[in-house]
Nanobody
């Protein structure tokens, strides 16, 4: 059973930075697309940023220019570098790894989430 473990969350002042990490227990990352989602209190889960297995990246308009997603397949780890944080970035951040398969069910894993709080 593969587990995704997020780390790096915490309390930060507005304008500050945090780097989240997502590490997989198995050697799976090289074949998986990875995404970061977030969920604020009383809101739905929001897609924040994605990085494909061939390193193509995309991010939500709300975080463009501030957040950067990256991956290190040798370490089975993905990262979310968050700069210029705003109070509205406060949420639980989740890591997702998915392998899309033609003609077969996709394989998908989720982490347990890490809390990010932006407050003065």
């Amino acid at each position: 059973q593969v587990r995704l473990v997020e780390s790096g969350g915490g309390l930060v002042q507005p304008g500050g930075s945090l780097t989240l990490s997502c590490t997989a227990s198995g050697n799976i990352f090289k074949n998986y697309d990875v995404a970061w989602y977030r969920q604020a209190p009383e809101k739905g889960r929001e897609l924040v940023a994605t990085i494909s297995s061939d390193y193509r990246t995309d991010s939500a308009d709300s975080v463009k220019g501030r957040f950067t997603i990256s991956r290190d397949n040798a370490k089975n780890t993905a990262y979310l570098q968050m700069n210029s944080l705003k109070p509205e970035d406060t949420a639980v951040y989740y890591c997702n790894a998915i392998r899309l398969r033609m003609g077969a069910p996709n394989i998908e894993y989720w982490g347990q989430g890490t809390q990010v709080t932006v407050s003065s």
